[in-house]
């Protein structure tokens, strides 16, 4: 017996098998919430428990704080309804052409970016479609069964081909083949497995507010898509950058970033560095990539933000850019970052 589950404001609904997440079964009926991790870490898809019962899992409350939990609200990708649930919740409009596949896919070819970023060239099967919204990613199927997850740096797979950005993880067992390191590196040819596209960070069309696009390190590989899906597609919103790193290294794609500035009307970057040191010659901004967007924009009423990157600067923006900024919750777009070597 399967438990209808209703999504307010809209008042959609949905069935739920015994032992579907809510997540699981409204992506099974097409309904896309948001999401990420799919694993608990992320609280990207934070929904909110009006009626019903549900096991919720442990990972709620190790990642919600005690006023959210009191309101009912939980994780969507680890709540098991036990009973019809009301629930409410952010949908997302996905390309009704988007269809999430497993597939092999060939190695083509491995280009370092920087010391410890790799860009890999992936060929997908000619005879299968693989669209994605810029700014989703996909997820590499090891032999053991374990994932790993890595954002599209692309808009699309011109082709039959998508790149990714890899940053060393030392002693990781995925990471360190990517690097040529450990008794079996990755080789071009090499057949590798992957499910995608996933997740829901990529940009609504229908938001036209002015986006602040917030990166550090890799973070900055799924917004490279948007904004190379922004140039593909004309689309002239205000639009700015702030990419942020230690040194100045950490922003391995400058010279493109910086190129964006003179292709895309209304867009600016600023790299940001936060341990620049005098043989730098840094001459650019110093600090924390999210202060900077606060010294900039102390009033984020009017704008929407899509942020990527390590997890503590993601949430310190979240925690800021809508506690002292004033930007809307429902205009902070983040990406589960995961460091999984
Ligand atoms: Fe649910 Fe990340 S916590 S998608």
Redo the contacts with the bound molecule.
């Keep these: 017996m399967s438990f209808k589950v209703t999504v307010l404001p809209a008042g959609r609904e949905f069935p739920a098998e015994p032992g579907q997440t809510v ?1 699981e079964a409204a992506l099974a009926a097409g309904i896309v919430l948001p ?12 929904g909110r428990v009006v009626s019903g019962d549900y096991d919720a899992g442990p ?1 709620p409350a190790r ?1 919600l704080d005690a006023d959210r939990l009191a309101q009912g609200h939980t ?4 709540a098991r309804p036990s009973s019809d649930l009301v629930i409410e919740a952010r949908e997302v409009r996905m390309a009704d052409d988007i269809v999430v596949r497993k597939m092999p896919v060939r190695v083509l070819s491995l280009e370092p970016l920087a010391s410890d970023v790799m860009e890999i060239t992936l060929q997908l099967p000619s005879a299968e479609a693989f669209r994605f919204q810029p700014g989703q990613y996909l997820e590499f199927i090891l032999k053991d069964g374990s994932r790993r997850s890595y954002s599209m740096a692309c808009s699309q797979a011109d082709d039959h081909q998508v790149r990714l950005h890899v940053r060393h993880m030392p002693g990781g067992l995925f990471t360190s083949r990517v690097f040529g390191a450990g008794a079996e590196p990755i080789k071009p040819r090499e057949i590798l497995r992957i499910e995608g596209p996933l997740g829901s960070f990529f940009l609504d069309p229908d938001d036209t507010r002015p986006i602040i696009f917030l990166a550090s390190g890799t973070g900055f590989a799924p917004i490279q898509a948007m904004i190379e899906g922004m140039l593909a597609r004309g689309d002239t919103r205000p639009a700015t950058l702030y990419w942020g790193g230690r040194r100045p290294a950490d922003l391995y794609r400058q010279d493109l970033a910086l190129g964006w500035q003179d292709s895309l009307p209304g867009f600016r970057f600023v790299p940001v560095l936060s341990e620049a040191e005098p043989a730098d010659g840094w001459t650019g901004r110093a600090g924390w990539v999210h202060q900077a967007v606060m010294d900039d924009l102390p009033d984020l009423s009017g704008h929407q933000v899509y942020a990527c990157g390590a997890p503590v600067m993601v949430e310190a923006a979240r925690r800021d850019f809508v506690g002292r900024c004033g930007l809307s919750p429902d205009a902070f777009h983040a990406d ?1 970052f995961t460091s999984a070597a």
Excluded: K, P, V
């Design positions: 997540l999401y990420s991790c799919r694993n608990g870490t992320c609280s990207t898809c934070e990972a990642i994780l969507l990708c680890q589960a």
